[in-house]
């Protein structure tokens, strides 16, 4: 009966392991695409600041 035990909890261990991999590889994904984000962001601020100035010199 123990080993039925153990071998469940090795099971359950796995599957622990395996998703905490693949959490951290989404985990990775998500903050490049939030960098990717920002960087877009600090982009069209940029663009946006720069028709600003131009509408004020009207």
């Known amino acids: 009966m123990?080993?039925?035990l153990f071998e469940k909890?090795?099971?359950k261990i796995s599957e622990l392991?395996?998703?905490q991999v693949a959490l951290k590889g989404e985990?990775?994904?998500l903050a490049?695409?939030?960098k990717r984000?920002?960087?877009e962001r600090e982009?069209?601020?940029g663009?946006?600041?720069a028709i600003l100035s131009r509408l004020e010199g009207v």
């Open 9 to 11: 909890l090795d099971k």
């Open 32 to 34: 490049e695409e939030n």
């Open 17 to 19: 392991l395996d998703r």
């Open 27 to 29: 985990n990775q994904a």
């Open 47 to 49: 663009r946006i600041d």
């Open 43 to 45: 982009g069209l601020k």
């Open 37 to 39: 984000l920002l960087q």
């Open 2 to 4: 123990s080993d039925v």
